[in-house]
């Protein structure tokens, strides 16, 4: 068996960044990075792709101890698709696609991925999820779709981890919010005062976190600290 940190998301600015200082990490044999334009391809909006991605991996002897998700839809500002700022803003198309990419697209990751995690030993599978996605937090409103969509997401996670834990113990599902970083996703945002940060720090933070989680951690939703945020 071939031991993998496998990234899927890679052509992104953070898959990038991720698989790109996974590449120096001894643990892994091989860092396997999986997106639309990879061989094989693999979208999100098409579960056939998604089986055969993972199909293709396992006939090859591949065995993943780390499965890193960082897609995420957030706009198109090319086609005037922006976050919701009030309610008479949705529409049943923007919403559809805010699930499909954000909730659906990464349930079907852990419907195909989470199977090919070793039973003995850790093994991680972390999604990036947001800090609006939580309802607890949620001060200011707005962002309707994405904020639903990425809440629907952290309860796939902590239903998978559950599931998960009764096949292998000692591995972790769990999501991730990577704070604001310098890419396409948040560039229309990155003047509001938040903390910008580049991929690359994105990318050493969240692997840090993940590195100070424990089996007892699976199923929550963490900060780029490793800290728990508010459901």
């Known amino acids: 068996m071939l031991t993998a940190a496998i990234v899927i998301g890679a052509s992104g600015g953070v898959g990038q960044a991720l698989a790109d200082r996974l590449e120096g990490d001894a643990a892994f044999e091989r ?39 960082a897609t995420g839809f957030l706009h198109d500002k090319a086609r005037g698709r922006m976050p919701e700022r009030a309610l008479r803003e949705l529409t049943p198309e923007g919403l559809a696609r805010a699930f499909a990419l954000n909730a659906i697209g990464p349930a079907l990751l852990m419907k195909h991925f989470l199977p090919l995690l070793p039973r003995q030993g850790r093994a991680v599978f972390a999604t990036l999820s947001a800090k609006v996605g939580s309802i607890g937090d949620n001060r200011l409103g707005g962002w309707h779709g994405y904020r639903a969509s990425k809440a629907a997401l952290n309860q796939l996670v902590r239903t998978a981890a559950i599931e998960l834990r009764r096949r292998c113990p000692e591995a972790l599902c769990v999501s991730l919010h990577p704070g604001t970083v310098a890419t396409p996703l948040s560039e229309p945002f990155s003047a509001r005062g938040l903390e910008v940060v580049s991929p690359e720090t994105a990318a050493r933070r969240l692997l840090t976190a993940l590195a100070g989680l424990t089996p007892a951690d699976s199923g929550g939703f963490y900060d780029y600290h490793g800290q728990p945020l508010p459901w």
Not at 31 to 53: F, N
Request: aromatic share 0%; net charge negative; charged share 30%.
């Open 31 to 69: 860092v396997i990075r999986l997106s639309r334009r990879s061989l094989p391809s693999l979208d999100l909006l098409d579960e056939d792709s998604i089986a055969a991605a993972a199909g293709e991996l396992q006939a090859a002897g591949v065995e993943p101890r780390l499965v890193l998700d």
